[in-house]
T-cell receptor, first 114, second 116 residues
Framework: GESVGLHLPTLSVQEGDNSIINCAYS??????FIWYKQESGKGPQFIID?????DKRQGQRVTVLLNKTVKHLSLQIAATQPGDSAVYFC?????????????FGKGTKLSVKP | NAGVMQNPRHLVRRRGQEARLRCSPM?????VYWYRQLPEEGLKFMVY????????ESGMPKERFSAEFPKEGPSILRIQQVVRGDSAAYFC??????????????FGPGTRLTVL
């Protein structure tokens, strides 16, 4: 079946460096993508989203890039901090988010070394 | 403005018992979603509800699982005759359903169900 997956299950970076977390999706009908951060024992926290009519969107210290040609999504975190340590999930929706069926990837664990 | 609330946070049941998980959406939110998460896995969609209506239950197991979101009160995810494979974290999310962020889903802290 169609699914969202991640290239790297774990990522370790030095504090202050930039982090890049990648995600591949296979559903060509997906038109809405979201990145979530999940800390241990907590629910996912919305970070940033992007629609398929865009290829880049920036937030505070985060940037999401969407390449529809190769069905690839990435999350860039600038000046990574210890508080960024968490599991990051990408999620997709095939209805612009208007319906609830978000499909989550397996997650990438980000560890920030001080 | 309180976020999405779920209770209990931890629930232990023996095989064959019933589990009832509650979710109170954020104030003003009329859409509720339930997801299940196994250890080291991503979240899997179960059901999407609006007040008094099930919109999409394509991720719900056909037997033993049911969900409701009544006009008054929290949304309830009910699992009858639990089995060990039901052990997981169950997350509820809510969204406004209208406005600029109509589809942005805010998640609760989850209920961790353990079946002995």
């Amino acid at each position: 079946g169609e699914s969202v997956g991640l290239h790297l299950p774990t990522l370790s970076v030095q504090e202050g460096d930039n982090s890049i977390i990648n995600c591949a999706y296979s559903n060509s009908a997906s038109d809405y993508f979201i990145w979530y951060k999940q800390e241990s024992g907590k629910g996912p926290q919305f970070i940033i989203d992007i629609r398929s009519n865009m290829d880049k969107r920036q937030g505070q210290r985060v940037t999401v890039l969407l390449n529809k040609t190769v069905k690839h999504l990435s999350l860039q975190i600038a000046a990574t901090q210890p508080g960024d340590s968490a599991v990051y999930f990408c999620a997709e929706n095939a209805y612009g988010g208007s319906q609830g069926n978000l499909i989550f990837g397996k997650g990438t664990k980000l560890s920030v070394k001080p | 403005n309180a976020g999405v609330m779920q209770n209990p946070r931890h629930l232990v049941r023996r095989r064959g018992q019933e589990a009832r998980l509650r979710c109170s959406p954020m104030k003003g939110h009329s859409h509720v979603y339930w997801y299940r998460q196994l250890p080291e896995e991503g979240l899997k969609f179960m059901v999407y509800l609006q007040k008094e209506n099930i919109i999409d239950e394509s991720g719900m197991p056909k037997e033993r699982f049911s969900a409701e979101f009544p006009k008054e009160g929290p949304s309830i995810l009910r699992i009858q005759q639990v089995v060990r494979g039901d052990s997981a974290a169950y997350f509820c999310a809510s969204s406004p359903g209208s406005g600029r962020t109509y589809n942005e889903q805010f998640f609760g802290p989850g209920t961790r169900l353990t079946v002995l």
